[in-house]
């Protein structure tokens, strides 16, 4: 079943253009990368299909219905979003942390329910932290605070789940452990948009690509075929495609 | 009932037991009981409702803002309903007149939305803007108010009362209606507790987990204020109760605001009980304006928060 539709996506930011034309489709059960040198508007993609910002040109479906015509709590329970970097002044339980993931779900007259706390076990289950569960989120290393992060945007049981760059600051072990996990999401029938760096990472894992440069979009389509080291230099302004390929290499 | 929120209990005999002390400690040592209830005890009271309003309305900026520094006397909050209540002075609405806490309210209400917005001028604006923000509200309504005072002499001298912050013989419908709309704004605020723990996240993140930003920040901008322009019209401006006051309770029953709303009203009610005790006592038979005390606590506390959270993020 198709997710989300993008077609002819642009977005300016006080008329500097943050997204240059952006067009691909998300189905059940898709990993898609999506990368690009800094500044090609991978974040602000992210923002514009979670529904934070409004495009100025060319139209975001979910479920065949314009992004923009969700309200904020349907958008929620279809869409969640790991931001890149969440800095938390205070100091909650991993436990409230998550159950804040069903937030959407409850009625804003009511509090959350048994059934809402039983949901927050299961998914510091689904990504293998459940001995996490009553630590303070500031005492975990990243790479923990990630995987509970990931167990909140789980707990709102969306469809379409969207990543920001959620490795950039882990160890090896960590960045498998991820890839891993949105993996088995995907597979379990979620749709799963992942922004990164990590071009060994979303070599191996990623099903579809879509590679964004300053001026617009250069690639989408099935990953094996899109993170070649010819769009990649291309993208990232490279001189050399061949470095790039040796990376792979040596990376597989 | 779980273990937490019993712990939060314990402050309500705290409360009654700060009050119980707070009547029998002034300037006359062996008061007799008109001025232990005639006096002490609406006194007391009033303290307690101020506190819990100003405890409240901390708590509620801290967490709706994403900002350990707000509180209603940094963002401008008491300042814009010190401001309505001059206003008012000057048109001669009088205290009793339902308009004048309409007036206070209006101006603690839109005090507020000022300081938010300067604070949004730049993309992804800082603790310290909102801070900044709060100071250029509060230094321009402040410099209205002197003003006032300056072109309007009469008026002066119970309003410099009323600017340093404290409890005057206010009569007891006052401190009725002050006391009406703190229960009810601090009920509503515990009743929507949810909102704010997910703005604790930033607004952003907030609006993914499908909170709308726009009408939420109004309800609770509007509780907040409510809360702060009761406790201003009861005791002009006492600051830095809803700093300090949140801070040390979440240390005692953790940052959710499940717990965070009400042990902040009972903790504020405790606070300045025992600020305005001091106020009475420790220079007797003079009195300390009960201001005074708090911005001795809570200026050096500000300051300290100040270089503790100097190292933090951006407000989203």
């Not at chain 2, 005074?292 to 951006?314: E, H, K, M, N, Y």
Request: glycine residues 10%; contains cysteine.
């Amino acid at each position: 079943m198709m997710l989300i539709k993008v077609e002819g996506l642009k977005f300016s930011y006080n008329g500097a253009p943050a997204v240059a034309g952006a067009g691909f489709e998300l189905m059940e059960k898709d990993l898609l990368a999506v990368m690009g040198p800094n500044g090609s508007g991978k974040s602000t993609l992210l923002r514009l299909i979670s529904g934070f910002l409004e495009p100025s040109e060319g139209s975001a479906k979910l479920l065949d219905r314009d992004i923009h015509a969700y309200s904020k709590a349907e958008l929620a329970r279809l869409v969640a979003y790991v931001p890149s970097e969440l800095y938390l002044p205070y100091d909650f339980s991993v436990f409230e942390i998550v159950l804040m993931g069903r937030s959407p779900r409850v009625p804003w007259w009511r509090d959350y329910s048994g059934a809402d706390a039983s949901r927050v076990h299961d998914a510091l289950n689904e990504v293998g932290v459940p001995e996490l569960r009553d630590r303070s989120i500031n005492s975990l290393s990243s790479g923990e605070r990630q995987l509970v992060l990931i167990a909140q945007a789980l707990a709102q049981d969306p469809k379409v789940l969207l990543l920001d760059e959620p490795t950039s600051h882990l160890d090896i072990n960590y960045k498998i452990q991820i890839f891993e996990l949105l993996t088995r999401l995907a597979s379990g029938g979620m749709g799963v948009i992942v922004v990164s760096h990590d071009l060994a990472l979303m070599a191996a894992y990623a099903g579809k690509a879509l590679i964004l440069k300053k001026a617009g979009q250069l690639f989408y389509g099935p990953a094996k075929e899109g993170l070649s080291g010819v769009n990649i230099a291309a993208a990232y302004g490279i001189n050399n495609p061949e470095s790039v390929a040796r990376l792979l290499n040596i990376a597989v | 009932m779980n273990k937490e929120m019993r712990k939060v209990l314990w402050l309500v005999p705290a409360v009654i037991a700060a009050a119980g002390l707070a009547l029998f400690t002034g300037a006359v040592r062996a008061a007799g009981p008109e001025i232990i209830w005639g006096l002490r005890f609406p006194r007391i009271l009033a303290a307690a409702v101020v506190g819990a309003g100003l405890g409240f309305s901390g708590a509620v900026f801290q967490g709706l803002l994403k900002n350990p520094l707000s509180d209603p006397y940094i963002l401008g909050t008491s300042a814009g309903a010190m401001a309505g209540a001059v206003l008012c002075s000057a048109f001669g609405v009088a205290r009793s007149s339902p308009f004048f806490y309409l007036i206070v309210f209006a101006g603690a209400f839109f005090a507020t939305f000022l300081t938010y917005s300067l604070s949004k001028v730049k993309k992804r604006p800082s603790m310290a803007h909102l801070v900044l923000a709060g100071v250029a509200v509060s230094t321009f309504l402040t410099a209205l108010i002197m003003l006032f005072m300056t072109l309007y002499r009469e008026h002066s001298l119970s309003l410099i009362y009323f600017l340093l912050g404290g409890f005057f013989p206010a009569d007891n419908s006052l401190l009725a209606v002050s006391g009406a709309i703190i229960i009810a704004s601090v009920a509503g605020g515990v009743f929507l507790w949810r909102y704010l723990d997910i703005f604790s996240l930033g607004e952003e993140k907030a609006a993914y987990l499908g909170a709308d930003p726009d009408k939420v920040r109004l309800v609770f901008f509007a509780l907040a204020s409510f809360a702060t322009a009761a406790a201003v019209a009861l005791a002009g401006t006492v600051g830095f109760v809803g700093l300090i006051v949140p801070h040390v309770l979440r240390i005692f029953f953790g940052p959710s605001h499940r717990r965070l709303l009400i042990s902040s009203a009972l903790g504020g009610a405790l606070f300045l009980i025992l600020a305005d005790a001091v106020a009475r006592a420790a220079a007797a038979p003079a009195e300390i304006p009960v201001g005074v005390i708090t911005a001795l606590f809570g200026a050096p506390f500000f300051i300290w928060l100040l270089r503790r959270t100097a190292g933090g993020d951006s407000a989203e």
